[in-house]
Nanobody
């Protein structure tokens, strides 16, 4: 139902755009979020976007560098990542949340497979 793509190996300072396509039409009315899990660390919230795209929320560690957006006509959510640093290395997951919360601790209902992002120094 959720398929993330766009990860890869880049150098510090580079950019990547992740995409998350979803097949469930109902997700167009859900909050969508990106989370990440680095080796040896807990999974953490990265960004969330409201169903309309009119509201967003970001983790402090990515504010000003990452931008979440969505295109409901294309059933796709994006994460534009600029000025990447090695600490951004992780598997990135997209998820859907039916209660429409943008809170970082919101319980997401659906999760996709992750896409690996590796940033070399």
């Amino acid at each position: 139902q959720l398929q993330a793509s766009g990860g890869g190996l880049v150098q510090a300072g580079d950019s990547l755009r992740l995409s998350c396509g979803y097949s469930e039409p109902a997700f167009s009315s859900y909050t969508m979020g990106w989370h990440r899990k680095a080796p040896g660390k807990e999974r953490e919230f990265v960004a969330a976007i409201s169903w309309s795209g009119g509201a967003t929320n970001y983790a402090d560690s990515v504010k000003g560098r990452f931008t979440i957006s969505r295109d409901n006509a294309r059933n796709t959510v994006y994460l534009q990542m600029n000025n990447l640093v090695p600490e951004d290395t992780a598997v990135y997951y997209c998820a859907a949340e039916r209660s429409r919360s943008l809170h970082p601790q919101a319980d997401y209902d659906y999760w996709g497979q992750g896409t690996q992002v590796t940033v070399s120094s």
